[in-house]
């Protein structure tokens, strides 16, 4: 069940950022994370698609550590 939630997750994904101008936003909180990742929003057409995943069922917001959501 979990390979193909993260299927579904993965063609969401692709089909969101091909529906229109995407943009790479500072998060306006931290810029890197502790191993020097940035950390950034990722808009179509000016929506998160982390709000618009998380919406649907297809990822789920940070908490600050990893959780089994499947």
């Not at 940035?38 to 929506?47: A, F």
């Amino acid at each position: 069940y979990e390979k193909q939630l993260a299927e579904r997750a993965t063609r969401r994904l692709l089909d969101l950022l091909n529906q229109g101008r995407v943009e790479w936003r500072s998060s306006g909180k931290r810029d890197q994370d502790r191993y020097g990742r940035e950390l950034r929003l990722i808009l179509v057409n000016g929506r998160s698609v982390g709000d618009i995943l998380v919406a649907e069922g297809l990822a789920e917001r940070w908490t600050g550590r990893r959780r089994n959501w499947c």
